[in-house]
């Protein structure tokens, strides 16, 4: 597995840059900061058709359709092994 950190990029090609991932990534503590998150980061990848494996917090837990829309994970470990059975 590869993870691919990029830098800030223009916002016009941000759509471009997320179909080019095979997983959108959304890990988040369950924190009141986090609670208070959108769902933007998996609506843009949900739109160039990249699945999002996200905490199962806030705006994600409202958004995502867990298994149909995206993956939701309560726990790490389930995270892990969603991103490893991806592929």
């Known amino acids: 597995a590869r ?7 223009d916002w016009r090609k941000l ?3 997320i179909a080019e991932m095979d997983i959108n990534l959304a890990p988040l503590e ?6 208070a998150k959108s ?7 949900a739109l160039v058709k990249t699945v999002t494996v996200a905490s199962d917090v806030g705006a994600f837990h409202d ?3 867990d298994e149909i829309t995206g993956i939701l994970c309560k726990r790490c470990k389930r995270m892990g092994r969603c991103i ?3 592929h």
């Open 30 to 35: 369950n924190t009141i900061f986090n609670e």
């Open 84 to 86: 490893k059975e991806s």
């Open 3 to 9: 993870v691919k950190k990029l830098p800030f990029s």
């Open 15 to 17: 759509p471009e840059i």
């Open 63 to 65: 958004c995502v359709e």
């Open 39 to 45: 769902e933007n980061k998996w609506m843009e990848a």
